[in-house]
Structure formats: C-alpha cells, structure tokens
T-cell receptor, first 113, second 115 residues
Framework: QQQVKQSPQSLIVQKGGISIINCAYENTAFDYFPWYQQFPGKGPALLIAIRPDVSEKKEGRFTISFNKSAKQFSLHIMDSQPGDSATYFCAATVTSGTYKYIFGTGTRLKVLA | NAGVTQTPKFQVLKTGQSMTLQCAQDMNHNSMYWYRQDPGMGLRLIYYSASEGTTDKGEVPNGYNVSRLNKREFSLRLESAAPSQTSVYFC??????????????FGQGTRLTVV
C-alpha cells in the first residue's frame, strides 16, 4: 500500500513534443505529490508538486494532472527541449506524522534535438 | 549556500569493511533522510530523522545504522559492507515539523562500490 508505481521506465521524445509520465498510488492517506528532476551525477531537485484538492497545476511548460478517484497523477512536459533530458521521479507522502517520501522507480527522458 | 553536503563523493570498499557516510545541512532543517538509488528501483528510504534526537527505520534499513549527531548532521554507517550495498546514496533534508514546508532538498550523492 506504500508503493508508488511509475511508467514508463524510459521515454524518447522529439524536440517540441509532449512528454507524459504516469504514476499510480494505493494509499489514500497520501496528501502531497511532488515530482523530482535528476540530472546525471546530481541529486534530485523538486520540479513541481500538487495536493489532492486540485486536479491540475501548471508551472511554465510543466503540468501535473491529478485524478483522485483513480489514484493516479501524471507529469506533462509541453514543448519538450533537449535540456529536459533527465530522470524524473514521482513521489507521495502523508504530510502529518513522520512525513516519509515514497518515490516511484523513475523515468529516464531523452529529448532528441 | 552549500545546502546539503555529502562526503565522500566516491568510495570503494572491500566486503566486510566498515565506513560512515557523512551528511550535513546548513539550512536549519529539522528532518533528514538517507536514501539509496539503484537502477530500476528508484529512491528507497533507508533511515530518517524527523527531528534532532530521533531516528526511525525506512523501507530498507538492514545492514545500516544512523546517527543524528546534531541538528545539522546525519550520518549513515555500514558496519560490514556487502556487495548488495553497492549503490548511490543520497542524503536529504526538509524544513520539517508536522505539516511544515514540504520540499526536500537533496545532496549530490555518494557513489559506493563494494567489491
């Protein structure tokens, strides 16, 4: 019940295309869903996050879509650029109590120039 | 701003050797975490410290111990390294407190190889 399932494992997109990464969870107590971006040799860094009281959040070219009833959320990268090539992790946590982040298995995105 | 600093960045150990991975943050954060990252497995929580003076097990604590030395520092110790502990280890911190600021900040990682 603590798992966060992420797909696809890898993704190749043409420059200017849309990249879509999906995550699903089971624990209905999760109330905060961040996405982290990781470049090779670096630590993950927060990209965008959402709480379940909204269905969508947009920051620039990055959008999270959230479906509470389906227990799914996804990251959309519009107008994908070669500089977006990185590994993306979805995560979930319960913001009360011990506040542990549970991460998905990651998606390696490559944007072709 | 240094943020979260991990030392060393790279380490090679022989099976059975011990070592301590160091982590320090200069952001006055309450909560600190140790994760390991393996191909296809994502980031798995080893141990965490919700606040100074407390530590708790995460998903994969076997073979590890931790010490929250003070508010700034959270170390991870491998008492008898095994090849299965070959991984990239990340320390993270969060401002903390229940319902506190939600963003976790990660260090650059320690790449550990056990031969």
């Amino acid at each position: 019940q603590q798992q966060v399932k992420q797909s696809p494992q890898s993704l190749i997109v043409q420059k200017g295309g849309i990249s879509i990464i999906n995550c699903a969870y089971e624990n209905t107590a999760f109330d905060y869903f961040p996405w982290y971006q990781q470049f090779p040799g670096k630590g993950p860094a927060l990209l965008i996050a959402i709480r379940p009281d909204v269905s969508e959040k947009k920051e620039g070219r990055f959008t999270i879509s959230f479906n509470k009833s389906a227990k799914q959320f996804s990251l959309h990268i519009m107008d994908s650029q070669p500089g977006d090539s990185a590994t993306y992790f979805c995560a979930a946590t319960v913001t009360s109590g011990t506040y542990k982040y549970i991460f998905g298995t990651g998606t390696r995105l490559k944007v072709l120039a | 701003n240094a943020g979260v600093t991990q030392t060393p960045k790279f380490q090679v150990l022989k099976t059975g050797q011990s070592m301590t991975l160091q982590c320090a943050q200069d952001m006055n954060h309450n909560s600190m975490y140790w994760y390991r990252q393996d191909p296809g497995m994502g980031l798995r929580l080893i141990y965490y410290s919700a606040s100074e003076g407390t530590t708790d097990k995460g998903e994969v604590p076997n073979g590890y111990n931790v010490s929250r030395l003070n508010k700034r520092e959270f170390s991870l110790r491998l008492e008898s390294a095994a090849p299965s502990q070959t991984s990239v280890y990340f320390c993270a911190s969060r401002p903390g407190g229940v319902r506190g600021n939600t963003e976790a900040f990660f260090g650059q990682g320690t790449r550990l190889t056990v031969v």
